[in-house]
């Protein structure tokens, strides 16, 4: 972001941005949030069912054009936390991880992006009394 003489940047605090489907519908892509100039803090994704079965969930990061994913078999009334690794994204079918330990976004790798989006699905089969939920906590690049 170009920045005039005497203009200055903050990074702005947002509250949470959250999806909730009750139930979600199989393979079917749910924006969490679509913004721009973002600095992205925590993820978490969370599912729940009545048979208290784990599902197959992913959840997609598109930063700057980039695509990063993680697909993982999450278990039932669990939350785990999205974040960015070290690792190559292998074309946009890795570059995430997902773990029930509390990690900020930016554990290995601080997220910022210019144009950022987060979608979440269900791949697996949703369950009775199924319950998708992924939230993220950002901040935004704004003129001060």
Known sequence: MPRASG?????????TDQVSLSPPVQNIWNEVFDAEDVRLLWCEVYQSNTETD????????????????VATALDNATVNHIYRGRTPSTGGTA????TATERNAGFTVDKRGLSFKVD??????????????????RETKELT
């Open 7 to 15: 203009q200055k940047y903050h990074y702005m605090d947002h509250d």
């Open 54 to 69: 784990a599902k197959d969930i992913e959840v997609r990061w598109t930063i700057d054009g980039n695509v990063y994913l």
């Open 95 to 98: 570059g995430l991880n997902a």
């Open 120 to 137: 979440v699905r269900m791949t697996g089969v949703p369950g009775t009394a199924q319950v998708l939920q992924c939230r993220c906590v």
